[in-house]
Antibody
Framework: QVQLVESGGGVVQPGRSLRLSCAAS????????MHWVRQGPGKGLEWVAV????????YYADSVRGRFTISRDNSNSTLFLQMNSLRAEDAAVYYC??????????????WGQGSLVTVSS | EIVMTQSPDTLSVSPGERATLSCRAS??????LAWYQQKPGQAPRLLIY???TRATGIPARFSGSGSETEFTLTISSLQPEDFAVYYC?????????FGQGTRLEIK
């Protein structure tokens, strides 16, 4: 069965960095584009970034562009999100998610359980 | 970008009754719309895609309808486990944004 397991969250000071990971299993990871979606405390869902199946193409939300970097390791079926220059407004639960069929665009059929990032001095 | 607006923000309904949730797109998204259910402390779960197709394992009491800019999620007879937050998401045009959510609470 499809599983997405995030890790790497924690408490970080404003301006510092954090790297999230998402370990995938149960499907052919290297054939799927993968996304990060976040949810601030008490807020709705916000799409953050997507990476193509081969890691070549990457797109970001305006709110994180230039600060966050999405990447992947297909040999280990793992997705990453490098978050630099963190701000208070980046505090959220970060979900990795896949789109049905593996494209950039579509509906999310599987989600991880989320990784909590707290930004506080 | 296409803005998705859900209404109401909060809906109070008694168990066993029908709930109707709305989602409006600022421009046409054809039938490229999905609905998700999210319970506290859990990840969202896909309910409906293609505006009206139930995802695998979703009970028949959940139904979706609509096209272009107006969409509805109906839960025909609310069960205790249905009280949650529901989000719509368009995937017709990049970026594929979510609505702000409707909280379905027990009346």
């Amino acid at each position: 069965q499809v599983q997405l397991v995030e890790s790497g969250g924690g408490v970080v000071q404003p301006g510092r960095s954090l790297r999230l990971s998402c370990a995938a299993s149960g499907f052919t990871f290297r054939t799927f584009a993968m996304h990060w979606v976040r949810q601030g405390p008490g807020k709705g869902l916000e799409w953050v970034a997507v990476i193509s199946y081969d890691g070549i193409n990457k797109y970001y939300a305006d709110s994180v562009r230039g600060r966050f970097t999405i990447s992947r390791d297909n040999s280990n079926s793992t997705l990453f999100l490098q978050m630099n220059s963190l701000r208070a407004e980046d505090a959220a639960v970060y979900y990795c998610a896949r789109i049905y069929g593996g494209n950039y665009k579509g509906y999310f059929d599987f989600w991880g359980q989320g990784s909590l990032v707290t930004v506080s001095s | 970008e296409i803005v998705m607006t859900q209404s109401p923000d909060t809906l109070s309904v008694s168990p066993g009754e029908r709930a109707t949730l709305s989602c409006r797109a600022s421009q046409s998204v054809s039938s490229n719309l999905a609905w998700y259910q999210q319970k506290p402390g859990q990840a969202p779960r896909l309910l409906i895609y293609g505006a009206s197709t139930r995802a695998t394992g979703i009970p028949a009491r959940f139904s979706g309808s609509g096209s272009e800019t107006e969409f509805t999620l109906t839960i025909s007879s609310l069960q205790p486990e249905d009280f949650a937050v529901y989000y719509c998401q368009q995937y017709n045009t990049w970026p594929q944004l979510f609505g702000q959510g409707t909280r379905l609470e027990i009346k």
